[in-house]
């Protein structure tokens, strides 16, 4: 019988497109493990030579949710004997036939569910064998409404992310000495916003020793960094703690981490400002190998506001949780996200975030215009701000934040940082191509820093090292720091990098 797929080859090739966020990412490496360990040939991202191409989907907001249209749109359009497009992900699990319907391009729409048999699925793809498309569901009705009974039920849940080493291999799709890991997943909480509770499902922490054998297989697979990540890291534990989150179930894990060989540092996001608990702040702003940074989703100042999106905090609370952290730790990094043209926001209410932003001096700041989302509550708030109005917002709020985190990026000049190397940029001159992350910026979206100095000390980087440097410039976000050695050679415990881990050196 012929090979019912479109090349001959030995293996059929699979490409993965992932669009959204960290945790999207993760769930990427675990479909790429599912497929290699079946024998597919996987790609990271479409190179136009895939049987197959997956696009993991995003739908955060209106402008993710084209993107991933456009995504699918795209896939396989390289491919002179046609790809193969299959979307999952985010919105694939959201709006399922909805958006099979809306979009024939693609062969299929799969959810969580289909994860753990990815591989047959795509059989079937290859094959021509027509499939269902998902169909949606409240996946918060899927576990028990009281968090301690979760942890029995989930066996029989899907659930992205959780079936990780050891029992699914994981396989990484770049060389990057920093690696996001799944902590959690699901959130219990109503925000007015927000939909990803109800596609995303109820919030399950993952088994402390799971996490630990990650970071472990992470370490030994060239990662120097971990990325914690969840929708609401601050909720850890309390589902497997019988003192809940309160217990410091997550302070008690950070510590495994930071012990683990080859690690350098580990950092959390995503971090709930209502649940925030002085022991975490200690645990984040203290401990050797833990990143002194506060990823705070405070999403505005004005406490009208924050009742309307069904959230906690005014900008005096907010102001005196981030004078905590700072008296813990005056280096500490603390960025957040917030929304601007929530509906009924008047003039009052925005003056009163610009008023948090300058007394807060944040070190980076996401702005986002509110829009309406599918099943949310705020969707039937009355008193909409009109489209051109929160676009001004949007960017009257930018300008402010960028100063905001400019200045404070330019008072750290002089200061001494810990950079964790991370490419080599053939692009800048030559004393300055090695560029890295400080602890107090988390990867991709909070500035980075360019090394520069002694070109012996220079040559012998590699990504994963974690170097001592003064900071001399700052340009924007962005900072120049001056290596003066590389720092440590025992662990994450004491920013150890006497060898270099990762690929990518020059």
């Given at each position: 019988?012929?090979?019912?797929?479109?090349?001959?080859?030995?293996?059929?090739?699979?490409?993965?497109?992932?669009?959204?966020?960290?945790?999207?990412?993760?769930?990427?490496?675990?479909?790429?493990?599912?497929?290699?360990?079946?024998?597919?040939?996987?790609?990271?991202?479409?190179?136009?030579?895939?049987?197959?191409?997956?696009?993991?989907?995003?739908?955060?907001?209106?402008?993710?949710?084209?993107?991933?249209?456009?995504?699918?749109?795209?896939?396989?359009?390289?491919?002179?004997?046609?790809?193969?497009?299959?979307?999952?992900?985010?919105?694939?699990?959201?709006?399922?036939?909805?958006?099979?319907?809306?979009?024939?391009?693609?062969?299929?729409?799969?959810?969580?569910?289909?994860?753990?048999?990815?591989?047959?699925?795509?059989?079937?793809?290859?094959?021509?064998?027509?499939?269902?498309?998902?169909?949606?569901?409240?996946?918060?009705?899927?576990?028990?409404?009281?968090?301690?009974?979760?942890?029995?039920?989930?066996?029989?849940?899907?659930?992205?992310?959780?079936?990780?080493?050891?029992?699914?291999?994981?396989?990484?799709?770049?060389?990057?000495?920093?690696?996001?890991?799944?902590?959690?997943?699901?959130?219990?909480?109503?925000?007015?916003?927000?939909?990803?509770?109800?596609?995303r499902g109820a919030f399950v922490s993952r088994d402390p020793g799971d996490v630990v054998a990650e970071a472990a297989w992470l370490a030994d697979h060239g990662v120097a960094e971990v990325l914690l990540v969840s929708e609401n890291s601050t909720s850890y534990g309390k589902d497997i703690d019988a003192r809940g989150a309160a217990g410091g179930?997550?302070?008690?894990?950070?510590?495994?981490?930071?012990?683990?060989?080859?690690?350098?540092?580990?950092?959390?996001?995503?971090?709930?400002?209502?649940?925030?608990?002085?022991?975490?702040?200690?645990?984040?702003?203290?401990?050797?190998?833990?990143?002194?940074?506060?990823?705070?989703?405070?999403?505005?100042?004005?406490?009208?506001?924050?009742?309307?999106?069904?959230?906690?905090?005014?900008?005096?609370?907010?102001?005196?949780?981030?004078?905590?952290?700072?008296?813990?730790?005056?280096?500490?990094?603390?960025?957040?996200?917030?929304?601007v043209g929530f509906p009924g926001e008047t003039e009052e209410d925005l003056a009163e975030l610009e008023a948090f932003l300058a007394e807060a001096e944040l070190d980076a700041v996401g702005v986002f215009g509110y829009s309406d989302e599918d099943g949310t509550e705020a969707l039937g708030l009355p008193d909409k701000v009109d489209a051109g109005e929160v676009a001004a917002r949007v960017e009257?709020?930018?300008?402010?934040?960028?100063?905001?985190?400019?200045?404070?990026?330019?008072?750290?000049?002089?200061?001494?940082?810990?950079?964790?190397?991370?490419?080599?940029?053939?692009?800048?001159?030559?004393?300055?191509?090695?560029?890295?992350?400080?602890?107090?910026?988390?990867?991709?979206?909070?500035?980075?820093?360019?090394?520069?100095?002694?070109?012996?000390?220079?040559?012998?980087?590699?990504?994963?090292?974690?170097?001592?440097?003064?900071?001399?410039?700052?340009?924007?976000?962005?900072?120049?720091?001056?290596?003066?050695?590389?720092?440590?050679?025992?662990?994450?415990?004491?920013?150890?990098?006497?060898?270099?881990?990762?690929?990518?050196?020059?």
């Amino acid at each position: 019988m012929a090979d019912p797929s479109p090349r001959a080859r030995e293996h059929p090739r699979v490409a993965l497109v992932t669009l959204g966020c960290a945790r999207n990412d993760v769930d990427s490496e675990e479909l790429a493990g599912r497929l290699a360990a079946e024998g597919w040939d996987v790609a990271p991202g479409d190179d136009g030579d895939a049987d197959v191409v997956v696009v993991n989907t995003c739908t955060f907001v209106e402008q993710a949710k084209k993107d991933s249209v456009d995504a699918v749109l795209a896939a396989g359009g390289g491919s002179a004997d046609g790809a193969k497009v299959v979307a999952v992900g985010c919105m694939a699990e959201r709006y399922g036939a909805e958006l099979a319907e809306a979009l024939p391009e693609a062969a299929a729409v799969l959810g969580f569910d289909h994860y753990g048999d990815l591989p047959a699925r795509l059989d079937d793809v290859l094959a021509g064998r027509p499939l269902a498309s998902h169909t949606p569901t409240d996946r918060r009705t899927l576990l028990p409404i009281s968090p301690v009974k979760r942890p029995e039920a989930v066996r029989d849940t899907s659930i992205p992310g959780h079936e990780w080493v050891p029992t699914v291999p994981r396989r990484r799709l770049d060389d990057a000495p920093v690696a996001p890991l799944k902590l959690a997943s699901g959130c219990d909480r109503r925000c007015s916003f927000c939909a990803i509770p109800s596609f995303r499902g109820a919030f399950v922490s993952r088994d402390p020793g799971d996490v630990v054998a990650e970071a472990a297989w992470l370490a030994d697979h060239g990662v120097a960094e971990v990325l914690l990540v969840s929708e609401n890291s601050t909720s850890y534990g309390k589902d497997i703690d019988a003192r809940g989150a309160a217990g410091g179930a997550l302070e008690r894990l950070l510590g495994e981490l930071t012990v683990v060989p080859g690690l350098r540092r580990v950092r959390v996001s995503y971090l709930q400002p209502a649940e925030v608990r002085p022991p975490l702040l200690r645990a984040i702003a203290t401990t050797p190998g833990v990143a002194s940074y506060f990823d705070l989703s405070f999403q505005h100042a004005s406490a009208p506001v924050l009742r309307r999106m069904r959230r906690f905090g005014s900008r005096e609370t907010f102001l005196a949780l981030c004078r905590e952290i700072r008296a813990l730790d005056p280096e500490a990094g603390i960025r957040s996200n917030v929304i601007v043209g929530f509906p009924g926001e008047t003039e009052e209410d925005l003056a009163e975030l610009e008023a948090f932003l300058a007394e807060a001096e944040l070190d980076a700041v996401g702005v986002f215009g509110y829009s309406d989302e599918d099943g949310t509550e705020a969707l039937g708030l009355p008193d909409k701000v009109d489209a051109g109005e929160v676009a001004a917002r949007v960017e009257r709020i930018t300008r402010l934040a960028e100063h905001v985190a400019e200045d404070r990026a330019a008072r750290r000049v002089g200061r001494t940082v810990e950079v964790l190397v991370e490419r080599w940029d053939a692009d800048e001159p030559d004393d300055e191509r090695w560029v890295g992350r400080a602890a107090h910026q988390g990867p991709d979206v909070d500035g980075e820093c360019r090394l520069v100095g002694d070109l012996t000390l220079l040559d012998g980087l590699a990504p994963g090292v974690v170097v001592t440097g003064r900071v001399v410039d700052a340009e924007g976000i962005d900072l120049v720091v001056e290596a003066l050695g590389v720092a440590g050679d025992g662990g994450a415990a004491d920013l150890a990098a006497g060898a270099p881990v990762g690929a990518g050196a020059r």
